[in-house]
C-alpha cells in the first residue's frame, strides 16, 4: 500500500519537507513544481508511514486503500505521474532558515492584505525573526479569498486559513480589520512608523471582455458570484437574478468550473456546506438548468487543472456534455489518457441546437472554441453573441452571463501600478526601498494557495536581505503612535467598525 494526493491539493509543498524517503514531486526545486496541477507520490517508494497526511493543511492525502468510488482515479494520476516523470528520490541540497545576524536589530514590519500570500508571509517572519508584526485587511474578516473566494463546498481547502490564523493570534502580531490603507490610513504613514511594508492586497478588479454590452444588467464577474454564495459583506444579498434557464459563464479556468458546479449542484448538498443562507434559498428557488461554459481555444489549452475538472465530473443530477461543432470530437478522441483534452473521454460530444430553449433536466455544456463578440440585450442581457472560426457567430439565449476571465489587481494609492499587467512593479518582491508586495500583487492573478507560499519566501528573502545589509529605513514612530494615529483615523468613520485583535 501507498499514500496518494488527492482533488484539494494546493501545491503548497508542506508534505516534501516531511517525508522521510522524498517520494513526492514536483518538490519546489524542481522546474515541473511551477506548472503542475498537483503534487504526487510515488508508490514505489511510499513506505507508507502517513507523515504527509499529518502535515497537509487541506487533508488532500491519503492511503490508497481508502480511495474508493470516483477517488480511485487519483490512485492513478499518481502512479502515472511517475510513469512520464521518473522519480528522482536523491535529496536535493538542505536550505537552512533564515535569520538576521546578530546585530541586526528585529524590524516592524506592516503587512497589508490576510489572505494566503499575507498568511505565509506572517509565517516566514515570525519563523525567521523576532520582527513585530501590524496585520491590516479591509475586510472585517480575515482570511481574503480564503474566505469569500474558494467555493463553500471546498471546506477542506478552506480549513487552510486555521494554519494562518495561529499566525494571526501569535503573541507578536497585531491585527487591525476593517482598515483600508488609502482610505483610513496611506503608505506613507504605514511607512513612518515600520522599518518595512509588505503588500499583499491581491487582485480585486476583474479583467473586462471589451465586448459591447459587457456591463448589462444580468452580466456579473464571477468573483461577484463566488463571494455572493460566501457571503460576502458587500454583496447584497439580492445581487444574483437566477430566474433564466440558461447560465452562459465564459472562461474554462477553476473559477468557471467552481460557478458551473454551484449553479448546477442540489441544493440539499449545498445545504450541507458553508454557503451563505441567502445564497441557499435563492439557488433552491433558481430556474437555471443550464450552464455553458465557453472556452476561446480548444479542449487542450481549457483554463481548469486536471484535479477540479475530475471533481466536476461527480455533479450528481447533471449531465456534462461537449458542443459537438468546430471538430471537437475529433480533438478530443485523439488525445492521449492522462492529457488536459483526455479528461473529456467518455462525455458525450453532441452538436447543440442553441435556437431552441435548454433540454429537460440539468445540462453542463462545455464549448471550446468560441468567445463572445457581444451581449445582447436592452434593459438586461438576452443573449450572448459567440464567433467562431467555423460557423461565424452565433446567440446563445440567456439571461445570466458571468464573466469569469481572470482578476486583476487595482492600485493601492500611494504606490507604483502597472497598467497593462495590474501588478504593483517589483523586483523578486521589492517595490522600493523598505516596500514590498507578495502573492497575486505581486505576481498577477495566477495560482492556486500554494503557490503563494514560495513566492512568499521570495519577498521575506528580499526584506531580510535588505534588512541585514542595512537598507530598511529607520521609522520616525513607534507601534504606541501607530495605534494612537489609527485609533483617531477610524474612531468617527462611518460603515463597519474597525477590530482590533492580538494575542
Ligand atoms: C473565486 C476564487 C476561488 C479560488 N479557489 C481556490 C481554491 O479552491 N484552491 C486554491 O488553491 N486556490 C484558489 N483560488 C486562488 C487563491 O485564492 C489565490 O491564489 C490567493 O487567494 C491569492 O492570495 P493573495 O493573498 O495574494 O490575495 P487575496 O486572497 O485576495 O487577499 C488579499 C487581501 O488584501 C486585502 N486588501 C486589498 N486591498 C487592501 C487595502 N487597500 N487595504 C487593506 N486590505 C486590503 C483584501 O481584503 C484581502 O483580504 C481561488 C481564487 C478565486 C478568485
Ligand atoms: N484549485 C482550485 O480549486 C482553484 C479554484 C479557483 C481558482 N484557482 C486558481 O486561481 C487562478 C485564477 O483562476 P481563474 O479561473 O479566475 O482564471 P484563469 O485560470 O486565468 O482562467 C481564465 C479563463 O478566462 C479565459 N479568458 C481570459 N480572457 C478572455 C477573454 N477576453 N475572452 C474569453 N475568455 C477569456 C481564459 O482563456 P485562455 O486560457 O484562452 O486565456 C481562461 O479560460 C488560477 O491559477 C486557478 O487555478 C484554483
Ligand atoms: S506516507 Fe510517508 S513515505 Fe509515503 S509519501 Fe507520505 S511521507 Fe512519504
Ligand atoms: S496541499 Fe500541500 S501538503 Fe497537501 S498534498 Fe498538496 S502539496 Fe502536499
Redesign the pocket.
Known sequence: MAYAITQTC??DASCVSVCPVNCIHPTPDEPEFGTTDMLFIDPQTCIDCGACADACPVDAVFPVDRLSGSDSVFTELNRQHFEAHPADNAWAAPRFPRSLPEPVAAPRVAV????????YTVQSLLRSTDAEITL????PV?????RY???PD?PS?KRIGDSFAVGYRHPRVRMHLG?????DISHAELAAHHHAVVY?????GSRSLGVPGEELPGSIP??TF?GWCNGRPDIPAGAIDLSAERAVVVGNG??AL?VARMLLTDPDELAKTGIADHALAALRGSKVREVVLLGRRGPEQAAYTRPEFLALRRLRGARIVVDEHGGVAGDIAAAAPGSVAGLLHGLPVEPVDWTFPPAEGKRLVLRFGSAPTEALGDQHVRAVRVGDDVHGTRDIRTGLLVRSIG?RGVP?PGLPFDPDTGVIPNSGGRVERGTYV????KRG?T??????RTCAEETVDALLGDAAAGRLPAPARGAKEFARLLRGRTANRAGTPPRSVSA
Not at 179 to 183: A, D, I, N, P, S
Open positions: 494546493c501545491n497589508v492584505g490576510t489572505g494566503p500570500a499575507a498568511g491590516l485587511d479591509r475586510s480575515p482570511g481574503g479569498l480564503i473566494g474558494v467555493a471546498h481547502t482598515v483600508e490603507v488609502g482610505r499583499a492586497v491581491g487582485a480585486a464571477a468573483t463566488v477553476n473559477v467552481d482578476s493601492v507578495v502573492g497575486w500583487a492573478a495560482g492556486g494557495i500554494g503557490a503563494n
